[in-house]
């Protein structure tokens, strides 16, 4: 068995070992997760099959240029897509194996960035207003401050978990 599928086989053990204690609200949050995330997984798979009959022909035949813009927008946009569907997925993947409670506000923010992101790739901006490319360039300037002063806020957490663990590990060589 890979190191992948033992992971696999190790989250869902743990996840039965807790649901005696889980109560009945985190039970049906359990459910949903797992639900959710199957169904995002076929949507997921649906919607890259999808892609992959629509491109591959036109790209072995030599039908679609690539550099056009307008090829590129679409082609892009689709691909961006399915990556915020995987984040997403990921997500609440998570949450399904109990390593978070909740979907955290790190991960929202990261999806928004990305769905922004699509935005501006699939943009025309010859049919687009300056007061909505300026507002998306802001939203993003915003989003962006915000990950990274919560990516901060976790590094120094982390740093500080850790100090505090060799202090203690320091403690206990002495100790003895």
């Known amino acids: 068995m890979g190191a992948v599928e033992n992971r696999k086989s190790s989250d869902f053990k743990l996840i039965r070992e807790q649901w005696g204690v889980m109560t ?3 039970r049906f949050e359990q459910v949903v997760a797992i639900l959710l995330s199957g169904i995002i997984a076929i949507v ?3 919607a890259l099959v999808q892609l992959i009959m629509r491109i591959l022909p036109l790209l072995i035949v ?4 690539v550099l056009d813009y307008g090829v590129f927008q679409s082609l892009f946009g689709t691909i961006m897509t399915l990556l915020i569907a995987l984040e997403f997925k990921h997500s609440i993947l998570r949450v399904a194996l109990r390593k978070d409670s909740i979907v955290e506000v790190k991960t929202v923010i990261l ?4 769905a922004i992101s699509r935005k ?3 943009l025309d901006s010859s049919k687009t ?3 909505t490319i300026a507002a998306l360039a802001g939203a993003t300037l915003v989003l962006g401050i915000v990950y990274w002063l919560l990516r901060d806020r976790d590094d120094r957490s982390a740093v500080i978990r850790m100090r505090k663990e060799e202090a203690a590990q320091s403690n206990q060589a002495t100790a003895h």
């Open 120 to 122: 501006f790739i699939i």
């Open 44 to 46: 997921i798979i649906m």
């Open 129 to 131: 207003g300056a007061e």
């Open 62 to 65: 030599g039908a679609v240029d």
């Open 24 to 26: 009945l609200y985190e």
């Open 111 to 114: 999806i928004a960035l990305l």
